[in-house]
């Protein structure tokens, strides 16, 4: 069963990859870019991914996540003049250290308490962004120019929309890599265990408090990436990155891609976030009221997600 | 300087009042029912719209206190029939959670395209004021707030006194001794939600002639809501009257001193305080 | 059994993806149209103001369309909902320039999105109009691609200095939503006033949302004659209604009293003052102006009070739909523009244009700045008056010009 699996997924991972290296170079500018926002979700999405989906904790309030790794990467370019790699060493230290902090400090609180932590301090975390207009420009935000990539004796500029593309998806291809290899790995599966069965995991000598920080910096990272490279993109931010719409963004991408299947997390935002579009052109009154009614839908009737179902029609085919 | 702290510790008691009665049905929905209710915000905004257009067709906004939460009532009946009561039991929070986060935009999206997005107001029942610490004070906002104390104190009879409310207590307590004793438990789910989304209502209603009534006027109170609710401990009745005494005093002590964004934040450092020390929250039971 | 829908649900999702237009095939037109595209907010805070001008925008849109568009060509209108979500415009301004190829923009009242957009616009080289109100969007933080179709937040409060000094008082105190149009209205009033010898005595911020404002108007001290408010729709409600309950009896500048009734201001609905971009009566339009206002007002269902057919949103504002579609008109026109490499030829002609009240320019004649792309037009001083929202009286834009110097020249780039 183990190498069954592995048989068909690593083929149809590179597949899919090397389609994301060739065919974009023939679409349209705009689902170029349409591309580059669906990974930047996915990446966002598989932060939710790992602390839910893998550890078993609700973290309702990834948008912390999502709008420092935002900030810390835009204030060092902005206020520091910064060159975009330096800028994002700086957002993954910033970004480790707090959800380090932030891990440690929650992890030991039983799973209602733990859900209850997240709602508030991204409550919190919005009213500081929106209070604080010096620093994050609140509501109407901060633009700035994103310097070029610089790669010694030469730079790629990210005014080209492909050189934003490769750089997103090579970014989005390591973390993905990275975590899926770590979830590999011992450690990555007691994680696991942390999910299936925190009390057993404990009696079987793990400490869960441990794994829960591990897994919740991780989480954290992940999350905080995809918000500087959403800034980087856009050239812009504001304080509307920490509203809780981006969480319930990621959760409701995370739950219909399929939420413990890593890849769940990118087939999630890619299905939703065309049909989001589509529908917000068609009928801008009706869309959130059909998004609502498809989150509500989703995890009544599919709450394994789109790849989640398919994964257990195979292993029904399979038995 | 005396003067300015009484003024804002009066208001400060109102809206705690205020603030204690839409919070308790947050506890109670959750205490009951395991369901982070975040559509409360919508519900106390259905509250308002309903009270405005009670207050515009029947030409007085008294009546509302009866209507607001008879549609409100039906509203949650409808919302927990088709979507909720499937999840209440044996699945983990997450799902109810997210079914209330689609109703949330659900209900303010189609209270956006009912109610239009212009701000409406109504006039004040009371149009009295009072002297109070150099200025005037609204005699309106007194009534809100006894009223909210009275309306808690009513829920607390029912809970203790009534044979509802004891079926209530019942359920919470262990749901299948209940059930084997005869307690009716679906319906009793059911009976939790639809009271946890009237007190939202109610303290729409309440609130509306004090500001003014917008589609998306959720958002002002679900935030102070969650936090008094959390703090309070989940299902703690009288943790969440104290809870939004300290959120709403705090606040309003400070804001005489410092700028009052500022004090909010720090009463919110507060609230995240006593949270940190008290998981469980403020009370142990 | 659950099994079966997940997969039906998902085989379901993802068929659909099937029939995503993933390019929607052009209608063979005779003449290539001109597609003007629209970052309205229809939904959220600012939904009164979004839905207004795209009514009138679309309206403008069908008038051209009937007298054989622009430059003959037709013309397509396509809007999309900003959401009041800076983030949200400005990927739908992507949208419309890269998937719907949009030849020009408008962009809604939001100033977030206004400020954000002015670098997207020069990226995607597509001349944009802003309704926002900052004034840096054609200042410190614009650029040659983008115009504003309006007088931003200082001009009207230049216009409303010289009334306040004479009606209001010599000190005020400022209170505003914390935000980049909030502060400007009160930083903007401090200054300007200032220099007519009304003294600001102070100033605070409230975040966007809040309910209770009695903690800051505790604070207004004694010897204000009057308060500047930098609030907007619902928060100016609760603002006139619980300073009235409070005691306060002194008179507000609001910074806008878009869709707002009368009634809904309370008891202390006369006392509010506020200095708005068009006057909600058409009475109050001056003589020559008057006719052509009447004129756009029966097009596009206004009545005499200056209220929609569904009684939602008011008139005061909504003009600069109706009016950056003439603008764009009087651009392409003018300067024989026929694709996006003729864009500097565009911008060359409306730098400078100067236009007198028409059907296309129904709120009053104006100046299209040169260096800065502002638009220098009348202000109205408006009053809630006995059941009214009655016009006061009007600066026109001529006097405004020399007290509103601009800061950049964008002809240099």
Known sequence: ?319 | MIDAIGLSLVNAAVWACIIAMVSLGLTLIYGQLNIINIAHGAMYAIGAITAFYVADFLGSWTYSLLISPLIMAIIAIIIYISSLRFRIVGYPVAVTLIISYGLMFILEQLTLLIFGGAPRNISNPLPYQIGLFGRTYSVYRIFAAIFSLATIGALLAFLGKTKLGLWIRATNQDHDTASAMGVPVPFVYMLTYVLGSILAALGGALVAPMTSITHNMGHEIVIDAFIVVIVAGFGSIPGTILSALILSLSNGLFSVFINPVLAKGISLAIMVGILYRRPEGIMRY | MKTRYSVLFSILILVSIHFIPFDAPEEAAAVEPIRIGAVYDLTGGLSVYGNGSNMTAKAAVERINKSGGIAGRPVKYIVEDGATDATTGLRKFRKLVLKDECDFVLLSCNSGLGIGAVPLAKELETVAFSEGTAREITGKKGNRYVFRQVDNAEMAAIAMAQFAAKELGKNAYGMGADYEWGHSVVDTAEKVFGKVGVKMLDKNFSPIGTVDFVPYLSRVPKEANFIVAGYFTADIVKLTNQAWELGSRIPIFAGTLQSIRYEDLGPGADLVWCGAYGSRSLEGYPLDVRPFQKAYRDIVGLNEEGWERTGKISGEYIWMGWEGVSWIKKGVEDSGWKSKRDNLKFMKALEGAKVKASLEFPSGGKIMRAEDHQVIADVYVIKAEKGKIVTKACMRGEEILPLYPPNVDFRKE
């Open chain 1, 1 to 319: 069963m183990e190498s069954n699996k592995k048989g068909y997924k690593l083929p149809l991972l590179l597949g899919v990859f090397s389609l994301l290296i060739i065919v974009p170079n023939f679409l349209s500018p705009f689902y170029k870019q349409l591309l580059i926002e669906i990974l930047v979700f996915g990446l966002f999405s598989l932060g939710f991914d790992i602390i839910f989906g893998f550890t078993g904790l609700l973290n309702f309030g990834t948008s912390v996540f999502f709008g420092l790794g935002g900030y810390s990467v835009l204030l060092p370019i902005l206020h520091w003049n910064m060159g975009v790699w330096a800028a994002l060493l700086i957002m993954i230290i910033v970004c480790s250290l707090f959800s380090l902090v932030y891990g440690f400090l929650i992890s030991r609180f039983k799973s209602h308490y733990f859900v209850a932590f997240t709602i508030v301090v991204s409550m919190i975390f919005f009213y500081i962004a929106m209070a604080n207009r010096p620093i994050t420009g609140a509501d109407e935000g901060l633009t700035f120019k994103v310097p070029p990539l610089n790669f010694g004796f030469f730079s790629l500029s990210f005014n080209n929309t492909m050189v934003k593309y490769y750089f997103v998806l090579a970014i989005c291809s390591i973390v993905f890599f990275l975590v899926w290899k770590f979830f590999r790995t011992p450690y990555g599966k007691a994680i696991i265990a942390v999910r299936e069965n925190e009390d057993r995991a404990k009696m079987l000598g793990y400490s869960t408090t441990n794994l829960k920080v591990v897994s919740f910096t991780l989480s954290g990272v992940v999350s905080g990436v995809a918000g500087a490279l959403y800034v980087l993109h856009l050239g812009f931010s504001s304080a509307h990155s920490f509203f809780w719409l981006w969480t319930a963004r990621s959760v409701w991408w995370t739950i219909t891609g399929g939420v413990g299947t890593l890849i769940g997390a990118f087939v999630g935002p890619g299905v939703l976030v065309f049909f989001e579009d589509l529908i917000s052109t068609w009928n801008p009154d009706l869309y959130l009221i059909i998004m609502g009614v498809i989150m509500i839908l989703v995890i009544i009737l599919a709450p394994q997600g789109i790849v989640g179902s398919i994964q257990t029609l195979f292993t029904k085919r399979g038995r």
